[in-house]
């Protein structure tokens, strides 16, 4: 998605005009994490990487833009003008998109002269943490229900067209089946999943007659909504509609249910299509669902093959944010780090190493020095080398794949939605003593130093 250079904050450009005309623009190395995970997440699955590659790739400003830039009144026609051929020029190396992550480990480090590095933060931030929130919210809707078909019903209540369409990407990710966006299709592949509104059914005289209508278009591919007026009469009408479709070849798939109690309506809508000879009839469920209520109707035994969850996962309403940062972590060659109270940094270019035990289940990570030999398998991959990627990232539907065999082998403890005991993410001692050397060098008192020190400091 195209996206303009001015989509940012004010203080990019502020700060690049003063690093302009003091000639910074040393290396300046940049590092993507989330300081702590939110309550009742166990875990976070990295989403957004292709979004920010073709950002990277596309990064200018147009004449235009430069043009406005210039008559704004805000800043120097000299530094305007050097932006005329600013483009990224850096690299990148990142966590495959799917991968599970914990608090303080980086996700996407950029290495890229200091004005390219600073431009782009807000970017970068808005797209990794809205993607990596969802795709974490969609994999714990999966959790509850793994052998559900589970479809992105949000687009209608997302926050904007944008955010509509990247939450079906990133549920896909997650582990969706699908989504009702058809955009998502276009641009990745994502399956597509529809019924229909209660409009259709209100602008027939009968709701039989806007199920005959609408089978009788889609043939092999017809799912009924049956709550506009009465679920329980609707079923009744659909045992009726069915053999008389049969007889023209045409056989009913499902019926959605989108309000009431789901559950009880549910078991009552089962029984009338079973006993009218409707056992390969399945239900479909929509309506207020997340996690929790999926996680309830799986654990009660509703008869429910499928379901479309909406503004609650496209939200991510019970934690609608990330705390999560893009700091320096070098500049010029010296080791940076920030030392505010409850956000401290880990200082330098780091890597993480994971671990896995005899059966393939992650035991623990390691966050040390990108120089460091760690034991585990190394998560942060090169992504971009002088500005263009190194080679070809996955399709969407192979990062899906990946996603879900990594939810495989994280402890059985994080399975579950409640609060799980916290993930090992152990802290090297070459950066322990990093940190320290940079608290030297820039007069950090001993508060911060103690900070150092305390393998969980937050970040």
């Known amino acids: ?68 830039l210039a008559d704004c009144g805000r800043f120097h026609r000299r530094f305007v003008g050097s932006l005329a051929g600013l483009h990224f020029t850096g690299g990148v190396d990142a966590m495959p998109e799917g991968t599970p992550f914990f608090a303080d480990e980086p996700i996407l480090r950029v290495v890229a002269p200091l004005r390219e590095a600073q431009l782009i933060e807000t970017r970068l931030v808005n797209l990794l943490q809205f993607q990596s929130m969802i795709a974490a919210k969609a994999a714990r809707v999966r959790l509850a229900a793994p052998g559900s078909l589970l479809v ?18 990133a549920s896909y990710l ?44 889609f043939p092999l591919a017809n799912t009924l909504l049956i709550d506009t007026y009465d679920s329980e009469a609707a079923a009744h009408g659909v045992v009726a509609l069915a053999r008389q479709l049969a007889a023209e070849g045409i056989a009913i798939q499902g019926v959605r249910i989108d309000s009431g109690n789901l559950g009880e309506q549910a078991r009552r809508v089962r029984a009338i299509l079973d006993s009218g000879g409707l056992s390969g009839v399945r239900i479909f469920a ?15 035994g509703a008869p429910i093959y499928g379901f479309g969850v909406g503004t609650r996962m496209n939200t991510s309403a019970d934690q609608p944010y990330l705390d999560c940062a893009y700091k320096l972590q070098e500049y010029a060659g010296l080791p940076c ?88 993410v152990e802290v090297s001692a070459a950066l322990r003593q990093l940190a320290e050397e ?18 969980r400091a937050p970040a």
């Open 152 to 169: 992105d019903f949000g687009l209608r209540r997302a926050h904007g067209a944008e955010a509509g369409l990247l939450s079906a990407r």
């Open 337 to 424: 780090r920030k030392r505010s109270a409850g956000k401290a940094t880990w200082p330098g270019r780091k890597q993480v190493w994971r671990s896995y035990d005899s059966r393939g289940r992650m035991f623990g990570d390691r966050l040390g020095l990108l120089a460091e030999a760690c034991p585990g398998t190394p998560l942060l991959q090169p992504v971009m080398r002088g500005g263009r990627r190194v080679a070809h990232l996955p399709t969407l539907s192979a990062s899906r794949a990946y996603a879900q065999a990594q939810l495989l082998t994280l402890p059985s403890g994080m399975w579950h939605l409640g609060p799980a005991e916290l993930y090992p």
């Open 1 to 68: 998605m195209a996206i303009s250079a001015l989509l940012t904050d004010l203080y990019q450009l502020t700060m690049l005009q003063v690093y302009f005309e003091r000639g910074m623009n040393e290396k300046a190395v940049f590092e993507f994490f989330v300081r702590r995970l939110p309550e009742q997440r166990n875990f976070l699955i990295a989403g957004g990487l292709e979004q920010v590659v073709e950002y990277l790739e596309d990064l200018h400003f147009s004449s235009d833009e430069l043009d406005w």
């Open 286 to 300: 929509s309506g207020n669902l997340d996690e929790y209520a999926v996680q309830a109707l799986v654990a009660g």
């Open 174 to 217: 997650g582990g969706f089946d699908g989504t009702a966006t058809v955009e998502a299709g276009l641009r990745w592949g994502v399956p597509l999943f529809g019924t229909m509104a209660h409009s259709f059914v209100q602008t027939h005289a009968s709701e039989n007659a806007a199920f005959a209508d609408f089978a009788r278009s």
């Open 438 to 455: 940079v608290d030297r060098r820039t007069g950090a008192g001993g508060q911060a130093s103690a900070a150092a020190t305390d393998s």
